[in-house]
């Protein structure tokens, strides 16, 4: 099991997000929704290899709350070297 963070783009009411909470828990793999709202995202307990990212993007599209593009891990410049690329 894994956990999966989801960064929300745009402000979105509580309503949006049990909206999409409810969405995200339908998806098979899908343990457990958990929401943080200082920056606005998701996150999801999922099976690694039954249920990927863009599963839960597409839940989240249908239940109107768009989210950003997973970051590079070397998005800032710096490696820890620990995925070997």
Do not use: W
């Not at 960064?7 to 949006?16: L, Q």
């Not at 993007?57 to 070397?74: N, Q, R, W």
């Amino acid at each position: 099991m894994k956990t999966e963070t989801l960064p929300i783009i745009g402000a979105a009411s509580m309503e949006v997000i049990d909206r999409a909470t409810t969405r995200l828990k339908a998806v098979p793999g899908v343990h457990d929704v958990s929401y943080l709202d200082a920056p606005a995202r998701l996150f999801a307990q999922i099976d690694d290899k039954a249920t990927t990212r863009a599963q839960l993007v597409s839940a989240l599209a249908e239940a109107g709350v768009l989210v950003e593009d997973k970051p590079s891990p070397h998005a800032n410049g710096s490696c820890c070297g620990g995925c070997g690329s």
